[in-house]
């Protein structure tokens, strides 16, 4: 049974920072890309972050680009999404998602790409 569990999420203050994790199990992690999307009421899921199974290849979304930074440790089957200089704009439900890939530097941006859906971490910025 596969399982993403997303952590780290919270209330900051515009301008601040925060690590979300996300934790996956029952699946082998090295063979999907991993994503980060969020969303707010009444909005369609968005898409926020990609990285290859490698690691080698990362995609943002214009509105995080310069900062946020994703990573992952294929040992600890943990992807990370590290926001910076948050606004209050960034305030939705984070959603990380798996995406089974057979050509290892592929990245996807469509929710429909991806297979496995965690269940999500708040992230409320307050101005």
């Known amino acids: 049974q596969v399982q993403l569990v997303e952590s780290g999420g919270g209330l900051v203050q515009a301008g601040g920072s925060l690590r979300l994790s996300c934790s996956a199990s029952?699946?082998?992690?090295?063979?999907?890309?991993m994503g980060w999307f969020r969303q707010t009421p009444g909005k369609e899921r968005e898409f926020v972050a990609v990285?290859?199974?490698?690691?080698?290849?990362?995609l943002y979304a214009d509105s995080v680009k310069g900062r946020s930074t994703i990573s992952r440790d294929n040992a600890k089957n943990t992807v990370y999404l590290q926001m910076n200089s948050l606004k209050p704009e960034d305030t939705a439900v984070y959603y990380c998602?798996?995406?089974?890939?057979?050509?290892?530097?592929?990245?996807?941006?469509?929710?429909?790409?991806?297979?496995?859906w965690g269940q999500g971490t708040q992230v409320t910025v307050s101005s």
């Open positions: 029952g699946l082998r992690f090295s063979l999907y890309a």
């Open positions: 990285i290859s199974r490698d690691a080698s290849r990362t």
């Open positions: 998602a798996a995406d089974f890939t057979a050509i290892v530097f592929d990245l996807h941006q469509k929710d429909h790409e991806y297979d496995y």
